[in-house]
């Protein structure tokens, strides 16, 4: 205790830096100030990003006259895109950059894409008059290679821009908290939850105003919109960089991994003591990060931090021969994620429904209320406020009823948050297949309706409306639960790594999802027909793809329990607690 309280608490604890890399007054840094102004960042460029991706499928379609299963393709593999750059940011991140450059330079780059994105849309693409109003009909100059070239460049440079940042601005938060604060962890635990929330909120203009000025032909405004809400992002980025914290990079992941795999290679015949014991470790292993303690399995690996009876010091400073533990613990940590990761994907290609076959189902229902048509895309405005709803619901009254029935715990765990996630997530696949049977059973029995208009059938767009908020609750108990769950289970070194696991998961959410479809249609659509996901969904079977969905997704929620119950967190070292004890080497309990 009387070490504990010789720490000078006028400076953070974590070993953060101010701007001119020396040590930063609690005081005078980071907080909640910092942390609002990333929060405003991150909602704009967030309302900037989905000016173009709520609509991008209908531009596809309208504009660019390509049919609709190709189209929510092209969506799919741009939106898996952004979200695969996310691992460029990372790495540049977490090995030369620094969390706060990496952001910076990726967000202007954002700002490009997007600006050149409506330079050539207003240049050549939305030509002549009417172009990708779907009221006037066969209006539209036929695009040269050229022209749709640029257009294909723009909105992957988008892509870089943003997939380049997310990972990167989530950790960037939460840096502004000292973790070794009692008060400042628990704001930097809430920062995550208020993070999505203005990601969600940061949706809810571009879904609703935008969206409507794209739907009804304004798709140059909307896009200069866009533009303008990444620029003054990106000011208020800049504006706050005087009162950041910041953490220097720690060197390449890639090398460090490396040097695990080629030094237990070269140590195979090196025999290991029960428990960890006589396993190298460093004094000091980096200023910046905290040593992480033997944990049991992978014993293969701890043979790289298994010095040989008669080594010398050459060999010792050595990491190609002989590594620390907590480079070992580093390669262990994430191969244990690895399990639980890959059962994130499945639930990513239910979410990337909403960008695509969502909006599609949407425009091939009744648009009209009175004289005021709803734009399909519009519709995603339901699940924002069922995340803001729900992130409420989960701290005031889900939190508080976990920790009076488990009075050891502090509410859910993250593992066990992501689970419920998986489970509404099903609810909203079939909630989406129901609503498609109807609809179909409706316009096919609506005879004053022709069978070739898309939008032929009476059923109200609204229906939608439960398989989007069953998206939106998913999305609290599985995205915030993700991202608290690999920022917490990653060492210090690969914290921005972290980040963008939870973006590559959905990144390949899509990528499958675009797999499946191209599958289904090729199967579906055999000898001629039709198939689930035709051109007129009055003559498809989209429900049934939605259905199938929500199968896989059963059989995946079946594995991840497994692999949660299976799961050993991280043991970090207490930098200040004085006593040099760690959590358990315990199951987390789900």
């Given at each position: 205790?009387?070490?504990q309280k010789?720490i ?6 974590d070993?953060?830096l101010?701007?001119s890399?020396?040590p930063?007054?609690?005081s005078?840094s ?5 942390g ?11 309302s900037?990003?989905?000016g173009?991706?709520v ?6 379609t ?13 969506v799919?593999k ?32 954002f700002v490009?894409?997007l600006?050149m994105?409506?330079w ?11 172009c990708?109003?779907e009221?006037?009909s ?10 749709v070239g640029i257009f294909?460049f723009s909105?992957?440079?988008v892509a ?19 973790e070794?604060n009692p008060k ?6 809430a920062?995550?939850s208020y993070?999505?929330l203005f ?15 794209q ?8 896009f200069w ?7 003054l992002?990106?000011?208020i980025?800049?504006?706050?960089t005087?009162?950041?914290?910041y953490?220097?990079?720690l ?8 040097q ?8 195979s015949?090196?025999?290991l ?9 460093r004094?000091n292993?980096g ?11 992978f014993?293969f690996?701890?043979?790289?931090a298994?010095?040989?009876?008669n ?5 010792v400073d050595?990491?190609?021969r ?8 580093e ?8 399990p639980?990761w890959?059962c994130?994907?499945l639930?990513s290609?239910i ?14 229902m009744k648009?009209?209320v ?5 734009p399909?895309s519009?519709?995603?405005?339901f ?10 619901i ?6 508080p009823?976990?920790?009076?029935l488990?009075?050891d ?5 993250e ?17 989406a ?15 004053t ?14 229906w ?5 908020v069953?998206v ?9 639960g993700?991202l ?8 210090d070194g690969?914290?921005?790594f972290g980040?963008?696991?939870?973006m590559?998961s959905?990144?390949l ?7 499946l479809v191209?599958?289904v249609?090729k199967?579906?659509?055999?000898g ?9 969904l009055?003559?498809?079977r ?7 969905l ?5 059989v995946?929620?079946?594995v991840?329990?497994?692999?949660a119950?299976q799961?050993k ?11 040099g004890e ?5 199951n987390?309990?789900i």
């Open positions: 205790m009387a070490q010789e000078d608490t006028s400076f953070t604890l070993g953060s101010n701007m890399g020396r930063a007054r609690s005078r980071g907080g909640w100030f910092a609002f102004l990333l929060l405003a960042n991150q909602g704009l460029t967030t900037a990003f989905f173009v991706s609509n991008l499928v209908l531009f596809l309208r504009v660019l006259k390509i049919n609709t299963a190709d189209a929510a393709n092209d799919s741009w939106t898996g895109t952004v979200y695969l750059f996310s691992l460029l940011g990372a790495f540049l991140s977490d090995s030369y950059w620094g969390r706060y450059k990496t952001c910076a330079i990726f967000q202007t780059i490009m894409g600006a994105l409506s050539s849309t207003h240049t050549f693409l939305l030509k002549p008059v009417g990708g109003d009221r006037v066969n209006v539209g100059e036929k695009h040269t290679k050229l022209q294909y909105i992957y440079l870089l821009g943003n997939g380049g940042y997310q990972p990167n601005i989530a950790t960037f938060g939460s840096d502004q908290f000292d070794e400042e962890s628990y704001s930097k635990v920062f995550f993070f999505y990601l969600n909120l940061g949706q809810l203009f571009s879904n609703t105003f935008i969206s409507y000025l739907n009804e032909g304004f798709w140059i405004l909307g919109l866009s533009a303008g809400s990444a620029l992002g990106l000011i980025f800049l504006a706050g005087p009162w950041y914290r953490f220097p990079p060197g390449n992941p890639i090398s460090r991994v490396s695990v795999v080629v030094a237990a290679s070269r140590n015949m090196v025999k003591q029960p428990g960890g014991e006589g396993l190298y470790e004094d292993d200023v910046f990060s905290r040593r992480v303690l033997h944990t049991d399995g014993r690996f701890d043979r790289a298994a010095p040989a009876v080594s010398d010091e050459e060999e050595n990491p190609w002989l590594c620390t533990v907590t480079q070992v613990e390669v262990k940590c994430v191969l244990r994620l690895v639980i890959l994130t994907i639930y290609v979410f990337t429904q909403m960008a695509s076959l969502f909006v599609v189902q949407g425009a091939a648009l009209s009175s004289n005021f048509r709803i399909p519009s519709m995603s405005v699940d924002v406020l069922s995340v803001a709803f729900f992130i409420f989960n701290k005031r009254l889900v939190d009823v976990v920790r009076r488990h009075k715990r502090s509410g859910m765990t593992l066990q948050r992501m689970g419920v996630g998986l489970v509404i997530s099903i609810s909203a696949m079939l909630a297949g129901t609503v498609e049977h109807f609809r179909l059973k409706n316009a096919i029995s609506t005879s309706i022709p069978i070739n208009d898309l939008n032929g059938s009476s059923l109200s767009i609204f939608q409306v439960p398989q989007y069953l939106g609750a998913s999305e609290v108990f599985m995205y915030v993700q608290e769950f690999f920022n917490s289970q990653i060492p690969l914290k921005s980040s963008a696991l939870c590559m959905i990144s959410g899509n990528y499958v999802s675009s797999f191209t599958v249609m199967i579906t659509g055999e001629g027909k039709p198939g689930w996901i035709p051109e007129n009055n003559y498809g989209l429900e049934n793809f939605y259905f199938l929500a199968i896989l997704a059963t995946d929620f079946f991840y329990v497994l692999c119950k799961y967190k991280i043991r970090l070292e207490e930098r200040y607690a004085g006593t760690a959590d358990g080497d315990k987390i309990t």
